[in-house]
Each structure stands twice: as structure tokens, then as C-alpha cells.
């Protein structure tokens, strides 16, 4: 199993750009869901999924939105980059409850 | 509503010491409470949770956890540091309707010295 994977790794936008962050996931989890991770405050959730066509917003989900299509992707949808969603954005997934496997993280950056 | 406060965002211990990391919460319904390590620019490993069953809860790395539902307490323990324990340690919690969503704590740098 590769667990959870996120693409990319790294991404520099600028103001008012978009863009698509990936996390797919091969274990047949129901639960996934969308971190970010700022520093000294711990990790705060964006939006989260039960299941295949279920989303629902966690947090802090202003500027973010997420479709669930399939079991395995679960992508995170910038629409209009700014300088305050610069973070590393984690996916995580889980069979039943809150988040048991982390991928390795997008690192943002918005200019 | 639920949260997370982790005491010390700084713990150093030496190498054998006991490690003790301080995490409270506070919920409206009976939580669901986990802890992660952190190693630097990686993502979060599940160490250990807690769903309502046993209240020591044993987890990877010869890690420990106590719920304590008196102090509202979860504190995470270990024997023994070694160097390799270095890392950064997240509280978590899951008390919401379906269990559905994670609050975590500041998290707690914890420092092994030789």
C-alpha cells in the first residue's frame, strides 16, 4: 500500500492564482480530510469527508473548496491564492473516526 | 465544543529520563483522544487513541497514555527518552457528532539530551 500521497510536494503562487492540491489514498478509507499547519498553532482542519459525494467544512474553510468523487481522492481546490493560506497542507484519512494516516505534506507559498 | 491545550510548548529530558508531555481537553460529550510525533518536514504518525474502551492505552515506541476523565486529562509517557524520540508531539481530540472532525493541540517540542 502506498497510504496516503499528496501532490505536490512544494508550490510558489502568486496573489489571485489557483490551483489543485492532490491526496489520493489505497486503503478504502471512508473519513478524509484537509490540514493546515502553521507555526505554534498546532494543525486546523479545512474540510473533511465521510464518504464518497459527502463534504462538509471544518475550521477554517473560507478561500478552500473540495469535491469527493471517489473512495481514494479527496483534492483541495484554491481559488484565488493570498499571502495568508501560505502553510503546509496535510491530508489525512482514516476507516472510522478523526485522521489515522497523514501524507507528507504540501508546503505552500503564496507571494 | 472541544479543545486542546498542551502544557510546555518546550519539554528537554535526558536520555533514560521519564518523558511526560501534558495534554487537556475539554467536551461536551465523551471524547475520542489521540497523540502524534512529528519529525521534522514529515507528517504526523498516529502514536496512540483513545475510543472509550481501556483508559491506558499503549502505542508505538514504547509510548503510554492515561485518560483521565476527573482532570480531563491525557497525558503521554514514556519510561525511558531515547535520542531517536526527538520530534514534535500533538494532542488531539474528536468529541463532535460522528467523530468526524480532529482539534488539535499547539503541540510540544520535546528536546532529548545526551
Known amino acids: 500500500n502506498a497510504g496516503v500521497t499528496q501532490t505536490p510536494k512544494f508550490q510558489v503562487l502568486k496573489t489571485g492564482q489557483s490551483m489543485t492540491l492532490q491526496c489520493a489514498q489505497d486503503?478504502?478509507?471512508?473519513?478524509m480530510s484537509w490540514y493546515r499547519q502553521d507555526p505554534g498553532m498546532g494543525l486546523r482542519l479545512i474540510h473533511y469527508?465521510?464518504?464518497?459525494?459527502?463534504?462538509d467544512q471544518g475550521e477554517v474553510p473560507n478561500g478552500y473548496n473540495v469535491s469527493r468523487s471517489t473512495t481514494e481522492d479527496f483534492p483541495l481546490r484554491l481559488l484565488s491564492a493570498a499571502p495568508s493560506q501560505t502553510s503546509v497542507y496535510f491530508c489525512?484519512?482514516?476507516?472510522?473516526?478523526?485522521?489515522?494516516?497523514f501524507g507528507p505534506g504540501t508546503r505552500l507559498t503564496v507571494l | 465544543a472541544q479543545s486542546v491545550t498542551q502544557l510546555g510548548s518546550h519539554v528537554s529530558v535526558s536520555e533514560g529520563a521519564l518523558v511526560l508531555l501534558r495534554c487537556n481537553y475539554s467536551?461536551?460529550?465523551?471524547?475520542?483522544l489521540f497523540w502524534y510525533v512529528q519529525y521534522p518536514n514529515q507528517g504526523l504518525q498516529l502514536l496512540l487513541k483513545?475510543?472509550?474502551?481501556?483508559?491506558l492505552v499503549k502505542g508505538i515506541n514504547g509510548f503510554e497514555a492515561e485518560f483521565k476523565k476527573s482532570e480531563t486529562s491525557f497525558h503521554l509517557t514514556k519510561p525511558s527518552a531515547h535520542m531517536s524520540d526527538a520530534a514534535e508531539y500533538f494532542c488531539?481530540?474528536?468529541?463532535?457528532?460522528?467523530?468526524?472532525?480532529?482539534?488539535f493541540g499547539s503541540g510540544t517540542r520535546l528536546q532529548v539530551q545526551p
Open positions: 489525512a484519512s482514516s476507516y472510522s473516526t478523526g485522521a489515522e494516516f
Open positions: 486503503m478504502n478509507h471512508e473519513y
Open positions: 469527508s465521510v464518504g464518497a459525494g459527502i463534504t
Open positions: 467536551s461536551s460529550v465523551p471524547p475520542y
Open positions: 483513545y475510543t472509550s474502551a481501556a483508559t
Open positions: 488531539a481530540v474528536s468529541a463532535d457528532t460522528g467523530r468526524r472532525a480532529l482539534t
